[in-house]
């Protein structure tokens, strides 16, 4: 069995008091590095650390230990418990909420609002233990006790674990659909730029026979002005 012993520590311990085993025999059987078990038989780590008999809770035998001192290169081998814990059912529902925290609830519901806006109702609920209308009434500021609300996260208030939590986030972004980002300024399409192009031969035909209108005027103007004088 390759699972490491119960409180790896006080059990190497133990084992460095009370046997011959080797640093390498003791850091493999507790899942420590060797350097490690080596400080602890120095007084380096582990200082005020009660050793844990591995024999009274029946992770080794007296035999095991017994194979390991009288061979170095023997491996000790963590025995398998006899206790078989029932399985855990799936808990339904909303999350039970001790009596001392359900105040706390507001406020961690408030942090999840500003902080997590992607997270939905019923991922609030799960995570907090509340219910919709208390998650509407934070939302709206229509809570009883909403001036006093400050935001605190869940996980410091104990309301939740920060791998549920992680795992929530994770999952609605997951169904959150991605907005498409900014990407900066960009040069213009070739349509745009040779439109222009295109509409300035006839501006300046328009100016040129603009031009050449004024100076039709003046001329006939000036022809008149002369046959008035010949007169």
């Known amino acids: 069995m390759s699972n490491a012993p119960l409180m790896p520590k006080a059990t190497a311990v133990w084992l460095l008091d ?14 420590m590095h060797p350097l490690e078990v080596r400080a602890i038989a120095d007084g380096d780590a582990a200082q005020g650390i009660k050793g844990m008999d591995p024999l009274s809770n029946g992770q080794l035998t007296r035999e095991e230990i017994e194979k ?5 290169d023997y491996r000790l081998r963590l025995q398998e418990s006899k206790v078989v814990l029932p399985p855990q059912p799936k808990r ?11 105040h706390e609830r507001p406020s961690a519901i408030l942090w999840l609002l500003r902080n ?11 995570l907090v233990g509340t219910t919709k209308s208390t ?5 709206d500021r229509t809570h009883w006790n909403t001036s ?9 208030l104990g309301l939740c674990s920060q791998i549920e939590l992680d795992f929530e986030v994770q999952r609605a972004a ?7 980002a900014y990407g900066g300024a960009t040069l213009l399409p070739a349509s745009e730029t040779t439109r222009k192009d ?14 050449d209108a004024v100076f039709a005027k003046l001329k006939t103007l000036g022809g008149k002005k002369h046959e008035d004088e010949e007169e």
């Open 92 to 102: 339904k529902g909303p999350r039970y909420t001790p009596v001392s925290r359900r």
């Open 135 to 139: 998650i509407a009434s934070v939302r």
């Open 174 to 180: 997951k169904e959150k659909p991605i907005d498409a």
């Open 68 to 72: 390991g001192e009288k061979n170095p």
């Open 116 to 126: 997590h806006a992607e997270l939905k109702d019923a991922q609030i609920m799960r």
């Open 198 to 211: 295109e509409y300035e031969p006839a501006e300046k035909s328009s100016d040129d026979l603009n031009v």
């Open 148 to 156: 006093a609300l400050t935001p605190i996260d869940p996980v410091t």
């Open 18 to 31: 009370n046997t011959a085993l080797t640093f390498d025999q003791v850091a493999d059987f507790t899942k």
